[in-house]
């Protein structure tokens, strides 16, 4: 006679379900992004008009930045990099403002959320290696506004500006020209921010653990190149596509399972509500009036409550004054925790490693960011 054994049975858990929140969660501005393109799409029925919506080219710019950022971040070229700088330092201070500059740089470069996502542990390395971890929430929040503001000089730093500067069809010359001084006066607030930590000295006695290889290096460095070309316009965009696509499946396909879909979509929900609340009169009027007295302030605040992407797409459509739209969503990044994706990735990387620090975390954030807000758009209204 075979005797069968008994195991317990557990009710098996659902973890689509589990996980859902979650991802909720983590993409809060795209879930909004969609509920609202989901609603604005019920007042204005689908029609051959969507397709004028989409700004193909800022996509498939933005998708190209995005995938080689993630291949050279995939050979820890910016870690590599940044180590370098920071072994040069020799105190506390000397440090921070490496850490700081860096991340400053680096979103001129990789975009802001790029940067703090490659910059942001090398601070946490740092500090928690020295021993120095009191000061993390302090560094992390400049590390977070030279993000915001460092992007701001040029076209591809910010998701904002590729958009703005596609659509109007901005010459490279002139948008320097206008995000220059407060590119500047941001260079200015932050090292002085940074003057005030102490001359600690700091040792790193731990030794780089990576190698970058160099053809792999040589040829991400020319499709990154290649991505900054087609920005600029000097390509067609599509040519650029199909060679950072073509060489990174080759190359790296993790690279591009890695880039940040997510935001891709974000714009093309924001693309469909923009699009849908031009078509509304009413809206259309309000906005309308509102910008024609102060794009600068409204387009300021705007980002505090809808971020500032999501801000530059739906107020584009109600004025031409790019001029004005261009500050207000790049200095409008600074203030609430909302005002920028980047600071919800920074909220999200200090909480990690400090549990039951948040509180105190906001504090200090909203401090900084509203004292960096308030006076980049005083000088600011004294350039439109």
Known sequence: MVHHKHFPTFPRKNWKADRIPVWIRKNIVLTVAFLAALVTSCIVPLDAEYRSYFDFKTLTCLFCVLAVVCALKNIHFFTILARKIVDCTKNLRITVLALVYITFIGSMLIANDMAL?????LGYFVLSSTGKTKYMAVVFILQNIAANLGGMLTPFGNPQNLFLYTKFSIPTPEFMRIMVIPFLAAIALITVCCLFFPKTKLEINEPCAFLLPAKRTAIYLLLFALSIVIVFRLIPYWIGLIVI??????????????????????????????????????????????????????????????????SAILLSQFTSNYQALLLGVNIGGTGTLIASLASLITFREYTTHNPGKAGKYLVLFSAFNFGFLIALTVLCSFLV
């Open 117 to 121: 996502l490659t910059f942001l542990p």
């Open 245 to 310: 696509l073509g060489a990174l499946m080759l190359l790296d396909r993790d690279a591009l399972r890695r880039v940040d879909y997510p935001l891709l979509l974000t714009f093309v929900c924001f693309f469909v509500f923009s699009g849908n609340m031009a078509r509304i009169p009413a809206v259309s009027s309000f906005f309308s009036m509102l910008l024609e007295k102060n794009p600068l302030l409204v387009s300021t605040l705007a980002c505090q409550v809808i971020s500032n992407v999501p």
